[in-house]
């Protein structure tokens, strides 16, 4: 089973991402605020976790207290562990281009979405293709110098 993570400050939201995910055989990990969600992948990166690692991050932007969503991002980003799942940051607010920019370069995101999410199956699929695209570029060169698809 797939685990994915959430990191959203309104209960309604973070239920229902979960109960979506569940349906999709997804098992879902929410925290609330930056702060809750930094320790955990501080536990993670110290070895006090030991359930199932998540492949993708839904964060929040605007999170109550000091630590925002790009910044949940850019702890996951330097974790020697978690480093490589897909990261989309989401938000209800208007951003500027430049504020769009230097949010997912802080975040190291993978991709921006703008909240109301997307409807059921259209949320699955993105999703889902953030993670693919994730794979696809963190995954090891061939130890022989080949492409894969050469013949």
Avoid: C
């Avoid at 492949?55 to 932007?61: G, P, Q, S």
């Amino acid at each position: 089973m797939s685990t994915w993570m959430v990191v959203e400050d309104e209960p309604d939201i973070y239920e229902v991402l979960l109960a979506m995910f569940e349906m999709w055989g997804i098992e879902g990990v929410a925290f609330v605020d930056g702060e809750e969600a930094v320790a955990w992948i501080e536990d993670v990166d110290r070895g006090r976790f030991k359930g199932e690692l998540p492949e993708l991050a839904l964060l929040d932007i605007r999170l109550p207290g000091e630590i925002k969503g790009q910044m949940v991002g850019e702890r996951l980003r330097k974790s020697p562990i978690l480093g490589h799942i897909a990261v989309v940051m989401s938000t209800a607010y208007k951003l500027s281009p430049d504020e769009e920019r230097q949010i997912i370069a802080q975040a190291g995101a993978d991709k921006l979405v703008y909240k109301p999410l997307p409807k059921f199956n259209e949320l699955q699929l993105m999703l889902e293709e953030v993670i693919a695209q994730r794979r696809a570029k963190t995954r090891p060169a061939p130890v022989d110098g080949s492409s894969p698809s050469a013949n």
